[in-house]
């Protein structure tokens, strides 16, 4: 069975820093691409960055040079290190799968909130 689970959301101040983790089950290399998504309110739900199967990665150019995704096969988790942050960052994240027939798989979401 699939599943996602986001952690590492919370609170910070502007240029500050946090990680979120998604770990995925049965296995990260069940996915054709893992990513990152966010929705903040009365806006719809945009990418953020993206991982694929082979490691290739790409980012929303709003992100670009300061978040970085990654993953650590072991654990088959992603992470997303999110650096100088914004109030404009804040949103609910979701972890996103996408496995090889094209399906997609969701997240809870973590609350992100960039504020002084």
């Known amino acids: 069975q699939v599943q996602l689970v986001e952690s590492g959301g919370g609170l910070v101040q502007p240029g500050g820093s946090l990680r979120l983790s998604c770990a995925a089950s049965?296995?990260?290399?069940?996915?054709?691409?893992v990513g990152w998504y966010r929705q903040a309110p009365g806006k719809q739900r945009e990418s953020v960055a993206r991982?694929?199967?082979?490691?290739?990665?790409n980012y929303a150019d709003s992100v670009k040079g300061r978040f970085t995704i990654s993953r650590d096969n072991a654990k088959n988790t992603v992470y997303l290190q999110m650096n100088s942050l914004k109030p404009e960052d804040t949103a609910v994240y979701y972890c996103?799968?996408?496995?090889?027939?094209?399906?997609?798989?969701w997240g809870q979401g973590t609350q992100v909130t960039v504020s002084s």
């Open positions: 049965p296995s990260i290399f069940s996915f054709n691409a």
């Open positions: 991982i694929t199967w082979s490691g290739s990665t």
């Open positions: 996103n799968a996408e496995n090889f027939q094209g399906r997609d798989y």
